[in-house]
Nanobody
Framework: VQLQASGGGLVQAGGSLRLSCAAS????????MAWFRQAPGKEREFVGA???????SYAEPVKGRFTISRDNAKSMVYLQMNSLKPEDTAVYYC????????????????????WGQGTQVTVSS
């Protein structure tokens, strides 16, 4: 599976961005897709994931502000980010897991088999 993330940029606090992740290489509909982020000097952090159908999970800091969706026909996953804060500044990565993941391991980077190259999101105050 190859993943290509895009859509990052510079935005003011309170603004919005939509990240996209294009997947290729295999059937997409059963793949668990997730977004992680990594700020300078910090560990990679779980943002959210979408499993089969529309079952989503989010990290507490982004709940109510970020929304993950997927278009299986296009092999795309999206991260809509609203009400952005300076602390959301990071490189955002999309990731894919081929197996079925239970809720307890969604936030663990090692659960994912493939990673995109990352896209920078910078939120200015």
């Amino acid at each position: 599976v190859q993943l290509q993330a895009s859509g990052g940029g510079l935005v003011q606090a309170g603004g919005s961005l939509r990240l996209s992740c294009a997947a290729s290489g295999r059937s997409f509909s059963s793949v668990v897709m997730a977004w992680f982020r990594q700020a300078p000097g910090k560990e990679r952090e779980f943002v959210g994931a979408i499993r089969w159908g529309t079952m989503t999970s989010y990290a507490e800091p982004v709940k109510g502000r970020f929304t993950i969706s997927r278009d299986n026909a296009k092999s795309m996953v999206y991260l809509q980010m609203n009400s952005l804060k300076p602390e959301d500044t990071a490189v955002y990565y999309c990731a894919a897991a081929l197996g079925r993941l239970i809720t307890g391991v969604l936030a663990t980077p090692a659960s994912y088999d493939y990673w995109g190259q990352g896209t920078q999101v910078t939120v200015s105050s």
